[in-house]
T-cell receptor
Framework: DADVTQTPRNRITKTGKRIMLECSQT?????MYWYRQDPGLGLQLIYY???????NKGEISDGYSVSRQAQAKFSLSLESAIPNQTALYFC???????????FGPGTRLTVL | QKEVEQDPGPLSVPEGAIVSLNCTYS??????FMWYRQYSRKGPELLMY????GNKEDGRFTAQVDKSSKYISLFIRDSQPSDSATYLC????????????FGSGTRLLVRP
């Protein structure tokens, strides 16, 4: 089984809808991250969490919120989706201070 | 100017060729340097990891870091069609190793 899983893998929604993307991990890592990937822009950090009670904004957090329900679960919400939030979204985890992060398979989100 | 610059390619080479992938960066505080490989419709997977300057070799892959020039490279020897993917460089500072800054990725195609 994959160490980092994301659901759904694909989602098409309409402008104004609320969307939740979920991430689960079995690696036992404390740190979890949400990124978005756009063509030609690489990966940009949306939010990150060091543990259940420690959640921090990344470089592009506007329009997004997160919830760390447990050590192994980290959800990303789009309260009112807009078309420029169409992108690939990745969850990642890390276990320590050496920078290595492990990514999930991604969610392809399309906002019409 | 982006903090990390990477040529998007695509880079097309024949099977067996030596491939050189590069990134330049502007932040002299970066200490952790990584290369991720991303296949189409998959999440990035860590390929090589280097701390500070120097070389690191793993099979057909060699990572080089030149901090004086703010330049990192990934060499792939005896390239195979299965190496066809997008290669992302990533780096972070020592006291904030969780904040990975990614290049935009170079798409590599190895022709049989």
């Amino acid at each position: 089984d994959a160490d980092v899983t994301q659901t759904p893998r694909n989602r098409i929604t309409k402008t104004g809808k609320r969307i939740m993307l979920e991430c689960s991990q079995t690696k036992g890592h404390d740190r979890m991250y949400w990124y978005r990937q756009d063509p030609g822009l690489g990966l940009q950090l949306i939010y990150y969490s060091f543990d259940v009670k420690d959640i921090n904004k990344g470089e592009i957090s506007d329009g997004y919120s997160v919830s760390r329900q447990a050590q192994a679960k980290f959800s990303l919400s789009l309260e009112s989706a807009i078309p420029n939030q169409t992108a690939l979204y990745f969850c990642a985890t890390s276990g320590g201070g050496d920078g290595e992060q492990f990514f999930g398979p991604g969610t392809r989100l399309t906002v019409l | 100017q982006k903090e990390v610059e990477q040529d998007p390619g695509p880079l097309s080479v024949p099977e067996g060729a030596i491939v050189s992938l590069n990134c330049t960066y502007s932040n002299s505080a970066f200490q952790y340097f990584m290369w991720y490989r991303q296949y189409s419709r998959k999440g990035p997977e860590l390929l090589m990891y280097t701390y500070s300057s120097g070389n690191k070799e793993d099979g057909r892959f060699t990572a080089q870091v030149d901090k004086s020039s703010k330049y990192i490279s990934l060499f792939i020897r005896d390239s195979q069609p299965s190496d066809s993917a997008t290669y992302l460089c990533a780096m972070s500072e020592e006291d904030s190793s969780y904040k990975l800054i990614f290049g935009s990725g170079t798409r590599l195609l190895v022709r049989p």
